[in-house]
């Protein structure tokens, strides 16, 4: 390879190099729009009116909308989702429908965490339902996050202990095809439950500091390739 072939070889891969870390740059830029967006409208939806969920359905832009409902409780189509940790103590979050009163809307509510004692691990938790008309206030939500992947299995026999929220298999195993939305309960409640939703992570200042050192490697890149591009080019003449 000659000296002229590696010069310029050297000069191609330097300017490879900062045109990936400039493009880098600007996906984690985009990422950081993208997320101020969302929050932006998370923020909009929780300012907006309440959503009376026996008289008005959600549309597919009401997510983190409020909503209130009043009506009875189905513990016999609950599920109870395994391994939710609260404050390093291990538990289950509790989901059970509830029939809005003078409707046919069914809503899936995420009644709040049990602790469950590693002694009863495969036992359902008992958790006090009232069996009169209830009413509830709460936040709507698509899905719930999941902490286990492959291999989750979806007893249809409810109610169940579940490892994750499958919205598809819930359907088809509670009967409810209508169900698509989720509420986090956030009105209080003498059921021993506990109801500290974590807010969603932004996440804007890890995609700013991000793209602020892809800039920075970037501009070692460029400096280096033209440092040594000009210093080669002048030894040669």
């Not at 490879?16 to 493009?23: E, P, Q």
């Not at 719930?144 to 989750?152: A, C, E, V």
Request: with cysteine.
């Amino acid at each position: 390879m000659t000296a002229a072939v590696k010069y310029w070889l050297a000069v191609t891969t330097g300017i490879i190099l900062t045109a990936i870390a400039c493009w880098a740059a600007y996906w984690q830029d985009q990422r950081a729009d993208s997320k101020r967006l969302r929050e932006a409208q998370r923020q909009a939806a929780k300012a907006a009116p309440v959503i009376n969920l026996n008289i008005q359905y959600p549309t597919p832009n009401d997510a983190w909308r409020r909503a209130k409902v009043i009506g009875h409780f189905l513990p016999a189509k609950a599920i109870y989702l395994d391994n939710r940790l609260y404050k390093s103590q291990p538990g289950r979050e509790v989901l059970m429908p509830i029939e809005a009163a003078n409707s046919k809307q069914i809503v899936l509510i995420n009644r709040g965490w049990v602790a469950q004692p590693a002694a009863q691990r495969m036992h359902i938790p008992q958790v006090s339902t009232p069996a009169s008309l209830i009413e509830l206030e709460g936040v709507l939500v698509r899905d719930l996050p999941h902490y286990s992947g492959w291999g989750d299995h979806y007893n249809a026999s409810l109610p169940n202990i579940w490892p994750n929220l499958n919205l598809k298999a819930y359907q088809q195993a509670s009967g409810f095809p209508q169900i698509e939305w989720i509420m986090l309960q956030t009105s209080p409640a003498d059921d021993g439950l506990i109801r500290d939703w974590p807010q969603p992570a932004s996440e804007i200042s890890k995609h700013l500091g991000y793209r602020f050192q892809w800039l920075l490697i970037a501009l070692i890149t460029a400096s280096l390739t033209l440092y040594f591009g000009i210093s080669s080019w002048r030894k040669k003449n």
